[in-house]
């Protein structure tokens, strides 16, 4: 199939939704498929050379103005593209299919909200819905799932799917749900345990140790402060129970979670690394995930955590969840505040039969949610579409040529 890929910039370097796409592009290739990337920038290296890559501008000042830029001129590009099934995911609207990675605006508000106490989140929400960024997505999403244009949606877990339901009232005939998937291969290492024990040595842990890993960018959102604050409430309910070391990994707020860290007395187990390029290390260094996060539509590193055979501990606000079992892969809480189980879940893992027993069950589920099963559910998709295009007297790219005369196209970018 020839295929259109919508995305602003892709750099699996910042985030789940860029190494998605990147590796969703590489795999539908391998599957001799044909595709096109509308994008305004692409990392070196992070796409195949096959891939047709079309520079779409998006100028401006500020973020919300190079959204917006972005989105009105990849739908001036598209317009024009010829292709069988053209693909959005976040942020554009001009689609045949949409992949909403980030899931849902208004569901990730929702669960934004519940970390704070009741009485505040409707001022939290009053305040957000003012915001001019907050009512650029909002304005986009109601584009991306206008009735009028009948659009199809992948929907990453069924939490997505609710919500698509629910904000924004698509039909359930036009939802399929495609859980995401990882390439396990980008995290094989020739030596794991050599690795492991090399990380272990440069952080000044020691073999016998049991570490915990924690990844994500947006420390609030992923439920850091909870996690904290079980692990030292499990200290002082428990002093001689076996320690347990948290690395935490991403690019979020560092200076203020450490200072928090300190004021619980956990300053000398919890080690915060940065934004860590190899993040693959992290994971054969430690022996179990743990991400209490208020919202995330199917997370990608739980799955990369699942392959790499750590046991999991996450909540039933993360879509991923839902391919798992609770105490066979690991431990779904039902919120990220409730701390006795988030702290009854840490201490199984002090375990090491029943940590052992849950790495082999996660390893086979996180292998199994391979690109070559998800690239498989896609295409079934993409081609209901083509073949209704086929049925169809005019194709929509036959439709609406824009005459804007800002944008001249050449082989390879867009002015």
């Not at 200290?235 to 860290?261: E, F, W």
């Not at 090491?352 to 589920?365: E, H, I, N, T, V």
Request: aromatic fraction near 8%.
């Amino acid at each position: 199939m020839h295929l259109a890929l919508n995305f602003q910039r892709v750099d699996p370097a910042k985030g789940g939704a860029e190494t998605y796409v990147a590796d969703l592009c590489r795999n539908l290739v391998q599957a001799g498929h044909r595709i096109d990337l509308y994008a305004d920038s692409w990392a070196e290296g992070a796409l195949p050379r096959q891939v047709n890559t079309i520079h779409v501008p998006a100028p401006g000042h500020s973020k919300i103005e190079r959204i917006l830029r972005f989105a009105r001129n990849s739908e001036i590009a598209l317009r024009q593209a010829s292709c069988d099934c053209s693909i959005g995911f976040i942020n554009t609207w001009f689609h045949d299919v949409i992949i909403p990675q980030g899931g849902v605006q208004q569901g990730s508000l929702a669960g934004n909200a519940e970390r704070f106490p009741d009485f505040f989140r409707p001022l939290y929400l009053a305040a957000k819905k003012l915001n001019l960024k907050h009512w650029v997505q909002r304005s986009i999403e109601r584009r991306q799932y206008s009735p009028k244009h009948q659009r199809r949606v992948i929907a990453v877990s069924n939490l997505v799917k609710r919500q698509l339901q629910h904000f924004h009232q698509v039909p359930l005939h036009r939802i399929y749900v495609v859980p995401n998937a990882i390439d396990p291969r980008r995290l094989d290492v020739a030596q794991p345990g050599a690795l492991r024990c090399a990380f272990r040595n440069r952080m000044g842990l020691e073999p016998d140790q049991l570490v915990g890993l924690f990844a994500g960018h947006n420390f609030a959102l992923k439920g850091l402060e909870p996690l904290l604050e079980a692990l030292s409430h499990r200290r002082r309910q428990n002093p001689a129970g076996k320690p347990i070391h948290l690395l935490v990994c991403g690019a979020g707020d560092t200076a203020a979670y450490s200072r928090l860290a300190k004021s619980l007395g956990l300053a000398e187990t919890v080690h915060f690394l940065g934004f860590y390029p190899d993040v693959q290390d992290c994971y054969w260094s430690s022996d179990f995930f743990v991400q209490p996060t208020f919202y995330d539509p199917c997370s990608l590193v739980v799955m990369e955590a699942l392959a790499c055979g750590l046991p999991v501990i996450t909540t039933a606000s993360n879509g991923a969840s839902e391919m798992m079992e609770n105490g066979r892969e690991g431990f779904i809480l039902s919120k990220p505040r409730a701390r006795a189980e988030l702290i009854a879940a840490l201490e199984h893992m002090t375990d090491p039969a029943a940590r052992r027993a849950m790495s082999s069950k996660a390893s086979a589920l996180g292998r199994y949610q391979t690109f070559d099963l998800h690239v498989a559910r896609l295409i079934a998709v993409f081609e209901e579409v083509a073949a209704g295009r086929a049925r169809s007297p005019h194709s929509r790219a036959q439709k609406g040529h824009t005459t804007t005369p800002h944008f001249a196209r050449s082989r390879k970018s867009w002015h």
